[in-house]
């Protein structure tokens, strides 16, 4: 029983883990990863000297790749042109016609700059009834500049701060209540370009080590940990209460002195037979009219007591006195056995011999030779 009731408590104490298990599938789906797990064929580079048009400049991407650990770009730029800008674009799975990243929260990009001032991040989304696949100019923009500290470093970047500027909506004669939110269900493809806060006619250049979209589990957690720690609150207050309703109040009051029947009556039992076991006709019928104790009683209390029967308990006292008087009188053997209730010396003798092993005689001879 008490194996079942551990076995209850233990099986109290774990099931809060099923609390943490949404907690821990959100940790363990929590990232979308773009880099690493990406090849070069998924890379495409882009500059002002791309385009066609007036507006066409001279910048260019010097070199991209991706080594074991990193994608490695090197944009020159040249202001050739107003907004001189180069970049490359990281274009959806082969297969896929959109990315869905409304699950996520941030966009998080680890990477280490050598004289690059910053980048511009663009998220380029369909936006239904003006997307036109081949016409880019359609992709709706939604842009983030990045300012670079040096060194390596890790950016968080949160969706909501990415924008659509008004370019966009100007060049492609819309509103941005026409087009409405974005939508970061439909995901094209991610560009990270040169930003033009650094001076012309130069190399910058930049590796990345990690970009991936990272979901916001703060409130699962704290949903979490809120709903274990209630219940543990309310275990502990559970457990608390139920210890007070099994413990009695401590009222201070004066016990009355009682004990169990069987007590008194052994008290009785003891009493009188010390008195009287000398008495040659003791018999438990005389125990039990001089302590109005039944006989039957008499006889259940000794061999509850003393796992002695009646008999054997009084020729125990019997004995006890007789030894004591061997070692202490110079009493006869004879003398002693009547003095201590035998009626005759005869089973005096054999009950003395078949409790000791050993005659009253030898018993008084060794006796005497110790005491020497």
Not at 67 to 83: G, L, N, P, Q
Not at 265 to 287: F, N, Q, S
């Given at each position: 029983?008490?194996?079942?009731?551990?076995?209850?408590?233990?099986?109290?104490?774990?099931?809060?883990?099923?609390?943490?298990?949404?907690?821990?599938?959100?940790?363990?789906?929590?990232?979308?990863?773009?880099?690493?797990?990406?090849?070069?064929?998924?890379?495409?580079?882009?500059?002002?000297?791309?385009?066609?048009?007036?507006?066409?400049?001279?910048?260019?991407?010097?070199?991209?790749?991706?080594?074991?650990?990193?994608?490695?770009?090197?944009?020159?730029?040249?202001?050739?042109?107003?907004?001189?800008?180069?970049?490359?674009?990281?274009?959806?799975?082969?297969?896929?016609?959109?990315?869905?990243?409304?699950?996520?929260?941030?966009?998080?990009?680890?990477?280490?700059?050598?004289?690059?001032?910053?980048?511009?991040?663009?998220?380029?989304?369909?936006?239904?009834?003006?997307?036109?696949?081949?016409?880019?100019?359609?992709?709706?923009?939604?842009?983030?500049?990045?300012?670079?500290?040096?060194?390596?470093?890790?950016?968080?970047?949160?969706?909501?701060?990415?924008?659509?500027?008004?370019?966009?909506?100007?060049?492609?004669?819309?509103?941005?209540?026409?087009?409405?939110?974005?939508?970061?269900?439909?995901?094209?493809?991610?560009?990270?370009?040169?930003?033009?806060?650094?001076?012309?006619?130069?190399?910058?250049q930049i590796r990345i080590y990690a970009i991936r979209f990272e979901?916001?589990?703060?409130?699962?957690?704290?949903?979490?940990?809120?709903?274990?720690?209630?219940?543990?609150?309310?275990?502990?207050?559970?457990?608390?209460?139920?210890?007070?309703?099994?413990?009695?109040?401590?009222?201070?009051?004066?016990?009355?002195?009682?004990?169990?029947?069987?007590?008194?009556?052994?008290?009785?039992?003891?009493?009188?037979?010390?008195?009287?076991?000398?008495?040659?006709?003791?018999?438990?019928?005389?125990?039990?009219?001089?302590?109005?104790?039944?006989?039957?009683?008499?006889?259940?209390?000794?061999?509850?007591?003393?796992?002695?029967?009646?008999?054997?308990?009084?020729?125990?006292?019997?004995?006890?006195?007789?030894?004591?008087?061997?070692?202490?009188?110079?009493?006869?053997?004879?003398?002693?056995?009547?003095?201590?209730?035998?009626?005759?010396?005869?089973?005096?003798?054999?009950?003395?011999?078949?409790?000791?092993?050993?005659?009253?005689?030898?018993f008084r001879k060794k006796a005497?030779?110790?005491?020497?």
């Amino acid at each position: 029983m008490s194996d079942r009731v551990t076995l209850k408590k233990k099986l109290l104490l774990v099931l809060p883990l099923l609390f943490c298990i949404p907690a821990i599938v959100g940790y363990v789906n929590k990232d979308l990863v773009v880099f690493p797990g990406i090849h070069g064929d998924r890379l495409a580079a882009y500059s002002d000297s791309s385009i066609n048009g007036k507006n066409k400049g001279k910048s260019y991407v010097k070199e991209l790749g991706i080594d074991s650990v990193s994608i490695h770009a090197v944009f020159h730029r040249v202001s050739a042109i107003e907004y001189p800008y180069a970049g490359f674009q990281i274009n959806k799975p082969v297969g896929t016609q959109f990315v869905n990243i409304t699950p996520y929260k941030h966009l998080v990009l680890s990477a280490t700059s050598y004289n690059s001032k910053g980048l511009q991040i663009t998220l380029r989304t369909f936006a239904p009834a003006i997307t036109k696949y081949g016409r880019e100019d359609t992709y709706r923009p939604n842009m983030r500049d990045l300012y670079l500290l040096p060194g390596t470093n890790t950016y968080s970047l949160s969706l909501e701060s990415f924008n659509t500027e008004s370019w966009w909506f100007s060049e492609n004669k819309l509103t941005e209540s026409q087009v409405g939110d974005i939508d970061y269900s439909r995901l094209i493809d991610m560009q990270i370009e040169s930003e033009d806060i650094s001076p012309g006619d130069i190399d910058e250049q930049i590796r990345i080590y990690a970009i991936r979209f990272e979901k916001d589990n703060t409130l699962l957690y704290g949903i979490t940990i809120a709903l274990v720690f209630l219940y543990y609150a309310g275990f502990c207050f559970y457990a608390t209460m139920i210890k007070r309703i099994k413990t009695p109040l401590a009222i201070p009051y004066e016990k009355l002195n009682m004990v169990n029947y069987n007590d008194e009556y052994l008290r009785k039992i003891v009493d009188c037979i010390a008195k009287d076991y000398t008495d040659k006709g003791l018999t438990i019928t005389k125990i039990s009219e001089k302590t109005g104790i039944s006989s039957s009683k008499i006889a259940q209390v000794i061999q509850l007591s003393f796992n002695l029967s009646f008999k054997q308990y009084l020729n125990t006292i019997r004995l006890s006195e007789a030894q004591r008087l061997f070692r202490e009188t110079d009493r006869q053997i004879s003398e002693i056995s009547y003095s201590v209730g035998y009626q005759n010396i005869t089973h005096f003798y054999r009950v003395f011999k078949q409790v000791y092993k050993i005659s009253p005689s030898e018993f008084r001879k060794k006796a005497l030779d110790s005491s020497i």
